[in-house]
């Protein structure tokens, strides 16, 4: 699997490139409270400094516009495979997936972006198993991933093209384990070094902002929480999301369900909490 | 030396450790500790940095410091823990206990105080030692903020037990911080007003880029405002926030400076923030709610903790996600009196109106 790859994204390309629509929770797994979480969340909070270069954790990474180069590390004497490492442009993070045995760190050690990674191999296959999370996204639309999940990964390559599939299993916000897909192929040549960089400086954009706000919505009052669901016609019960979403005889249900009415001109009257307690009606 | 407590146990060993009750915690958790069993427990060590620990247990997280100097140690558990923490201690290092750093007033934060303060020695010659004798070197320095020592030297509630004398700090200050040159680089013992309680204590390692969090930060369960000992929600918040001040992560948005919190695991800025995030949000939604007009059980029934509860919510122990939703509720009230019924619907119309969307 050595060297630069880079993803096709055919699979969810409005999810992965322009991005997911607010309130686009179809087809996951999700509980009451990711969707509280993602109901109330305002994208105003990745203006903050200390979130502006927030990354995206290795459930999400690899469906993002990133370049991804794999080697292995290998033991001096023996030769044998210590490590297999993956650098990805995006957020220039580097993981480490060891290959030694080791086991993984006790529930006190430190969690992060990437996780704690082992893997061994199936014949062709690798399979990795990832603890040790930090919170991150499920779906960059505010539905949130815990740092209590945990992942399993198979990799297989077949020629130019490698595939990564994994499930995701979160006891705070997925009922069910998430699984996805996701495509790569391989670079034929190297690429500039500029494109595997991704330098980050957090600066004050919002120089108004009082000290410690958090911008969030009110559960139930965000003022564009209908939008998609009405832009689509698509019935609310397939619109939340949930684990029975994902499965084909859902689309019987959907057949029978309300749709929601046409999306009226945009709302007004936005109740977005910013600050301590505080009410700011919102301009765009 | 290996612990395998999951969050739930730590919310048992929390229960152990506060239960509110006049201002009487301290004693309540040495009660409780009574009657635990800590035979089983083992001290996991965590090392920070090279010259920095963090030896979790049975009670708040403990932080260890060393160099040419000796030792800092923050915090020290249950007092029948103390052999433990005195047996991981001195696995990382022989030298001598020079300071005993209390972040705050709660029996699980100082029940080792006596046992390990009196392993350690206090630098002092001169005249100091000349008037109190073996007394001025005996035992390590115990330092926390004056309102810890005002806390534990109290008069004791009735029915409740004075805590011993042993405990209490040695040193306080007061004001803003304390901080002095320990092992080559500057310790800041910092105050952090009426937040966990009114005696809380951040400490950092300038140069070594630790902070010890005490109560203030914790991985296991929603803040802890313990009112009774002059906790606010508002201070909380404020604290969480002067952490992230200090803190600043590595050029991949992670690590830098590392946290080490009062119960949990190992953390940095990115883990603080998600906390400060939580707290926040709580905390406004609360406070909208009150401004509203909305009771206690109108606030309760709008679930303002849904999208937190798996992770720090819980219905049973001495804080519960509904205390917490109580004591917020409580201060935001007293902060913002619900307007009388004639202004409130003007007000919540125009509110509700805004403009530009």
New interface residues.
């Given amino acids: 699997m050595d060297g630069t790859w880079q993803p096709r994204y055919h699979e969810d390309q409005p999810e992965r490139i322009p991005g997911p629509e607010l309130r686009d929770y179809l087809g996951l797994p999700i ?4 969707r ?2 993602a109901d ?1 969340w305002d994208p105003g ?1 990745i203006t903050l400094p ?2 502006q ?3 995206h954790v290795s459930p999400y990474i690899y469906r993002g516009p990133t370049n991804l180069r794999i080697w292995e590390e290998k033991h001096p004497k023996t030769q044998d495979v210590l490590a297999i490492k993956h650098y990805h442009s995006t ?4 993981r480490t997936i060891y290959m030694d045995g080791r086991p993984h760190p ?8 990437m996780g704690f990674s082992t893997g061994r191999w199936d014949g062709d296959m690798l399979i990795i198993e990832t603890t040790h999370l ?2 991150g996204w499920v779906r960059r639309n505010g539905l ?1 991933m ?3 999940a945990h992942m399993t990964e198979y990799w297989v390559r077949n020629g130019d093209l490698l595939t990564q599939i994994f499930m995701l299993f979160d ?3 997925l009922t069910e384990p998430l699984v996805k897909s996701t495509e790569f192929v391989r670079s034929p040549r190297e690429l500039p070094a500029g494109t595997w960089l991704w330098v ?1 400086d957090p600066v004050v954009e919002i120089a108004t902002r009082e ?4 911008p ?1 919505y ?2 139930g009052e965000h ?1 564009f929480k209908d939008e998609f669901a009405q832009r689509w016609g698509i019935p609310e019960i397939a619109n939340n999301g949930g684990a029975a979403t994902m499965y084909p005889e859902f689309q019987d249900v959907v057949k029978q369900a309300p749709k929601p009415p046409p999306l009226p001109p ?6 977005r ?1 910013t ?5 700011q ?4 | 030396m ?5 969050s739930r146990a730590w919310r048992g060993v929390m229960v152990a450790a506060a239960i509110v009750t006049g201002g009487a915690l301290a004693v309540a958790g040495r009660a409780v500790a009574q009657q635990q069993n800590f035979d089983t427990v083992q001290i ?1 060590t ?1 090392k920070v940095r090279d010259n920095v620990y ?1 030896l ?1 247990g049975a009670g708040g997280n403990t932080t260890v410091f060393t160099g040419d100097e000796g030792l800092l140690v923050v915090d020290t558990q249950f007092a029948p823990l103390s052999t433990k923490i005195l047996t991981a201690i001195r696995a990382i290092s022989q030298g001598p206990i020079r300071y005993v750093v209390s972040t705050h007033m709660h029996g699980d934060h100082i029940g080792g105080n006596e046992a390990i303060s009196k392993a350690g020695r206090t630098r002092a010659g001169g005249n100091v030692v000349g008037d109190l004798g073996a007394g001025a070197t005996g035992q390590a320095a115990i330092l926390a903020h004056e309102n810890v020592l005002n806390r534990l030297s109290a008069a004791p509630a009735a029915g409740q037990q004075a805590v011993p004398f042993a405990l209490w700090p040695t040193e306080t200050y007061f004001g803003k911080k304390r901080e002095f040159l320990f092992n080559g680089e500057a310790v800041q013992i910092i105050h952090e007003p009426k937040a966990h309680t009114d005696g809380d204590s951040v400490v950092f390692f300038r140069k070594s880029d630790v902070v010890a969090t005490g109560d203030l930060f914790t ?1 296991v369960m929603y803040p802890f405002i313990d009112v009774a000992n002059g906790g606010s929600i ?1 201070g909380e ?2 604290a969480l ?1 002067a952490i ?1 001040d200090i803190t600043v ?1 590595s ?5 830098g400076t ?1 946290v080490i919190p009062g119960h ?8 603080v ?2 906390y ?2 939580m707290a ?2 709580v ?3 609360i ?2 709610y ?2 509203r007009g909305l009771t206690l059980d109108q606030v309760k029934a ?3 903790t ?6 720090y919510g819980t219905d049973t122990g001495f804080w519960t996600t509904s205390m917490f939703i109580e004591t917020i509720y409580k201060e ?1 009230v007293a902060m ?1 009196p619900p307007p009388a019924p004639a202004s409130r619907g003007r007000k919540g119309n125009q ?7």
């Fill in positions: 509980n009451d409270a990711a509280q979480f109330s909070r200390e979130e270069c927030r990354v957020y220039e993070q580097t006790g529930p006190n050690a430190a969690h992060t972006w930090k919170q949130p815990s740092d209590r006891p705070v916000y980050c000290d410690g706000a958090v969030a009110l559960p003022p945009p709302s007004r009257g936005a109740t909490v600050g301590p307690g505080q009410q009606p919102q301009g765009r | 290996q612990i395998r407590l999951n996991d965590v963090m979790v991985t508002t918040i404020a926030n992230l992560p050029n991949v948005n992670e690590g590392m949990g695991r190992l953390s940095d800025e990115q883990d923030i998600e400060r995030d926040t949000i905390r406004d939604r406070k909208e009150v401004k709008k679930k303002p849904l999208d937190f509860d798996p992770r935001m913002n509110t509700q109106k805004g403009s530009g969307e």
